[in-house]
């Protein structure tokens, strides 16, 4: 069993930044990846990023170049640096970890919205 909870979210206006972070307990040595999704009302989540143990990320088109993912490995911790945010990052943003097995477990979610 994995915990996630996050943390950092808020209100900020476009053009600004937000850091979220996620830390994870329980069985975090069963960890493969973890990652940020992003959910708004009556859509699905979708990935924002992702980070391999190995360090690998992965990030969707729509913030290459303005988010960055980083991962601590020994504080098994998650970051997300989010720059130059736009109203259409506005979001509830989720942090998620599968594991070798390939199960997933999900944070509570953390509040980001962007003011235009």
């Known amino acids: 069993q994995v915990e996630l909870v996050e943390s950092g979210g808020g209100l900020v206006q476009a053009g600004g930044s937000l850091r979220l972070s996620c830390a994870a307990s329980?069985?975090?040595?069963?960890?493969?990846?973890m990652g940020w999704y992003r959910q708004t009302p009556g859509n699905r989540r979708e990935l924002v990023a992702s980070?391999?143990?190995?360090?690998?990320?992965n990030y969707t088109d729509s913030v290459k170049g303005r988010f960055t993912i980083s991962r601590d490995n020994d504080r098994s911790t998650v970051d997300l640096q989010m720059n130059s945010l736009k109203p259409e990052d506005t979001a509830a943003y989720y942090c998620?970890?599968?594991?070798?097995?390939?199960?997933?477990?999900w944070g509570q979610g953390t509040q980001v919205t962007v003011s235009a």
């Open positions: 998620n970890s599968i594991t070798w097995g390939l199960r997933n477990y």
């Open positions: 329980g069985d975090i040595r069963t960890i493969a990846t």
């Open positions: 980070i391999t143990r190995g360090g690998t990320t």
